[in-house]
């Protein structure tokens, strides 16, 4: 816990480092990747380009700092948080090295304004918040279902929608790995006794020709099922003129029968176990784009556990050439007893706004996947017609992610 003095003056000066949040996390990524250049394996580079990663360790710092005397009551957003590092294998020997940095940036930045008593409050500060996340990481590192990444042959590739390709992937073991510098990837993994959850992603490992780097991409899982791999998708990212370097990989370079590195499945966004089986609360399914990929593995799990709770199955694309796994929804749709399925087109204009939000039905369990300004918007909305928050469930793609005010 940290010690009164410490909580005063973070509690102070965090508005002043709110003020020059993103050129603090600037600096300080500058002076950390040219100490550790091998950190550059770690985080995304097109992130760090377009100053999201910036933005997001800019929140998630302060934002924990301003809860600093109860943490506690953050567990859930640090929890998200450390999936992903789990997934990206962040180790607990990586903290030490972003404090050194994270606290000469606020020195370098703020100049003379940061006394000692200020950098020495910050400096416990972020070792009180380092010591929450490696506490929680360190279970997850344990119970996750391999360690590192490990190899898998790719079985089955299929364009879902113009810009997203489903990719099946099976583990290979040593005895039947050819792929020489891949050995040490090569894991004993039993497909029969993976458990995996609707709402989780992968973790991908790559090593592009076009970049000095490996890159790592989160994809979520379409399914929980394991009968024939593990199955996840891929959206193709050549948007506002950025060319996805992993994506691209992805789509044009990866066949079946290659090879591809994956860490353990993770996330916590999931179906609320205690609704599965009651009928009187609605599912609401809400996706948009890509987005759809997890929301498909939950109902999936739904429809298999439970055909006659009433679902809402909502998605939204720029047009039918976009519209991704079509087929696939339809025939779970089928197999439940009480459904409406609601399509949207942007390109004919069909807008899902907060008139159309309305007339969801309230009590709804409620999950929400697709862009960040997406989901801002549905949460937002949703939040505006009296949905409770924690009915409201989403999983953010890229690093923006708030701890709350």
């Not at 790592?216 to 506002?240: E, K, M």
Request: hydrophobic share 45%; glycine share 6%.
């Amino acid at each position: 816990m940290a010690s009164p003095k410490t909580l005063e003056i973070v509690t102070a000066t965090v508005p002043v480092l709110e003020e020059h949040g993103v050129a603090i996390t600037t600096v300080f990524y500058k002076n950390m990747f040219n100490e550790h250049p091998e950190l550059l394996d770690i985080f995304n580079e097109t992130n760090q380009k377009l100053g999201r990663q910036q933005t997001a360790l800019a929140t998630t710092v302060l934002a924990a700092a301003k809860h600093l005397d109860k943490l506690a009551t953050l567990l859930p957003q640090v929890t998200q948080i450390s999936h992903k590092h789990r997934a990206l294998q962040i180790l607990p020997e990586h903290y030490p090295i972003v404090g050194k940095h994270l606290i000469g940036a606020i020195k370098e930045v703020l100049g003379e304004a940061a006394t000692d008593d200020i950098i020495d409050a910050w400096t416990e500060a972020y070792d009180e918040i380092a010591s929450v996340f490696i506490q929680i990481e360190h279970g997850m590192y344990e119970e996750a279902m391999w360690q590192g990444f490990a190899l898998f042959k790719v079985t089955k590739k299929e364009a879902v929608a113009t810009d997203i390709a489903a990719f099946t992937v099976v583990p290979v073991d040593k005895s039947e790995n050819n792929s020489g510098n891949d050995s040490a990837n090569a894991l004993e993994i039993d497909l029969s006794k993976l458990i995996l959850t609707a709402g989780q992603y992968i973790t991908v490992k790559t090593d592009p020709k076009d970049s000095d780097h490996i890159a790592l991409r989160h994809y979520s899982l379409y399914s929980a099922s394991t009968d024939t791999g593990i199955q996840f998708a891929v959206r193709r990212d050549n948007r506002n003129e950025h060319h996805g370097l992993v994506s691209n990989y992805m789509h044009d370079q990866l066949e079946v029968g290659d090879t591809v590195l994956l860490s353990a499945p993770a996330g916590d966004f999931a179906l609320n176990q205690d609704l599965i089986q009651q009928n009187d609360i609605p599912l609401v399914l809400m996706s948009a784009g890509v987005g759809v990929t997890p929301v498909l593995s939950m109902l999936e799990a739904q429809v298999l556990a439970n055909p006659k709770r009433p679902i809402i199955w909502v998605y939204a694309c720029q047009n039918i050439a976009h519209h991704a796994f079509s087929d696939q929804v339809s025939k779970l749709l089928e197999q439940a007893e009480s459904v409406e399925k609601h399509i949207f087109y942007f390109e004919s204009g069909q807008l899902l706004d907060a008139a159309w939000l309305a007339t969801l039905p309230n009590p709804a369990d409620i999950y929400v996947c697709g862009s960040m300004p997406f989901m801002e918007s549905m949460i937002d909305g949703l939040v505006a017609l009296d949905h409770g928050i924690d009915s409201v469930h989403y999983e953010p793609f890229g690093p923006k992610m708030s701890l709350g005010g």
